[in-house]
């Protein structure tokens, strides 16, 4: 293992890079294939909307559970199990045969998908300085669009040439790989940072126990974080599972266009996250506040996600449409919701903060898969667009009111909340 601790930190965020990749491409499969899973087992809408629900019952249930372990467990092997268990829960797609085993498996990998993001949250805040979490998280958060975007045409080809059950345990196969190159990489930590890695890449309290979970639930920075989460998680959620079937439904994509096309929103959200914490890293680097930098982009942001939802929700032309998408997902990107919780509390409370914002936010999502549902087939897509462009603009009031300065990380819960 290297010694060069930059380096090294570096090699872990392209890991952490790379296990949210596989996340995205596993989830991502059953989107892309929907139509034609559909059609071979006869399901219906509302039949697919209970297949995503489940994934994201136990996302959600998931997701503030997991937190809590990585917290006591460590980064080191949460992250082993978690993408060995979503591999194999990806695998099993492959064999169902009906709507109740379909909901099963997505169950099933959902349980074990909501581990990567509060792991990676906490391995970022344990690895890097404060000034570059924004941009560790950025890289982390990335590997989902480009998992997602990978998808398309890799398993549109899969699935044309050999399949829709093969390209599902073919896809489920890579995991395995991953997991070995983790456990390599951090062989020399097992709860989360190597002995090698200089201390001063944490804060100063990164030794202390987590806080406790009544002192979180009673911190209005807490529920900021959180509500940030609520208001944006629907987003991707939306983006992910029922953008392929907009465009086919709306504008008339079959597989083939959606292999070739549908990756694109997918490259803006990326280039939208990466774009975002090099920015915030290089402002800050050279002398301006983490806070109005981070609070500067995410106001700018919410506004390109409006303009981009309204383009979408009165347009008729499908390039424009893709186009519109593809903004409004470069705008999600730029937000930066993940990387809140690494902006204002320790490294032993991150995953939990991260694990209850994607709790509560998969609630949301939930509701609003049969709300989108429902959209989709009385009021139009453009109405789904209309109501989701304004959330970012939600999030980022959450933000000023609740949370407060970022960049001041909260020692004490006791303490007052920090001038906005």
Excluded at 34 to 43: K, N, P, S
Aim: with cysteine.
């Amino acid at each position: 293992m290297t010694k060069n601790p930059t380096l090294l930190r570096w090699a872990i965020a392209g890991l952490l890079f790379l296990s949210t990749a596989l996340n995205y491409l596993d989830r991502q499969t059953l989107s892309i294939l929907a139509t034609t899973i559909q059609a071979d087992l006869g399901i219906d809408d509302i039949g697919y909307a209970k297949i995503t629900t489940y994934f994201l019952l136990s996302y959600t249930i998931m997701y503030a559970i997991s937190g809590r372990l990585v917290d006591f467990a460590g980064t080191r092997s949460s992250l082993a199990w978690a993408v060995t268990g979503w591999s194999v829960a990806g695998m099993l797609h492959g064999f169902a045969q009906s709507i109740v085993q379909l909901s099963f498996c997505r169950f099933l990998l959902g349980v074990f998908e909501s581990a990567n993001y509060p792991a990676g949250a906490k391995a970022v805040a344990e690895w890097f300085p404060l000034k570059e979490r924004a941009l560790g998280v950025a890289v982390m958060a990335a590997g989902g669009a480009i998992g997602a975007m990978t998808a398309f045409p890799l398993v549109s080809y899969l699935a044309l040439s050999y399949g829709w059950r093969s390209t599902f345990v073919v896809v489920g196969a890579v995991g395995f790989f991953w997991v070995v190159a983790w456990l390599l990489l951090t062989r020399a930590g097992g709860r989360g940072r190597p002995a090698d890695t200089p201390a001063g890449a944490q804060s100063a309290t990164a030794a202390e126990n987590p806080f406790a979970l009544s002192a979180l639930l009673s911190s209005r920075r807490a529920w900021g974080c959180i509500l940030v989460r609520v208001f944006t998680d629907p987003i991707i959620y939306f983006i992910s599972f029922w953008v392929p079937k907009y465009l086919a439904a709306s504008h008339g994509f079959t597989l083939g266009d959606i292999g070739r096309f549908a990756w694109i929103p997918f490259a803006a959200l990326s280039a939208g996250q990466i774009f975002g914490g090099a920015l915030a890293d290089w402002l800050v680097g050279r002398g301006a506040g983490l806070d109005p930098v981070r609070k500067g982009l995410m106001l700018c942001a919410s506004l390109l996600v409006v303009a981009a939802g309204a383009t979408v929700a009165i347009t008729s032309v499908a390039a424009v449409a893709l186009a519109g998408v593809a903004v409004l997902a470069f705008g999600h990107g730029l937000w930066g919701n993940l990387a809140v919780p690494a902006e204002v509390f320790p490294s032993h409370s991150v995953a939990f903060i991260t694990g209850l914002g994607g709790t509560l936010g998969g609630v949301a999502g939930i509701i609003s898969q049969f709300g989108i549902a429902w959209a989709a087939s009385h009021q139009g897509y453009s109405y789904i667009f209309a109501v989701f462009s304004v959330c970012p603009l939600l999030a980022y009031f959450a933000v000023r009111i609740l949370v407060g300065k970022l960049g001041d990380i909260t020692i004490s819960l006791e303490r007052k909340l920090p001038a906005t």
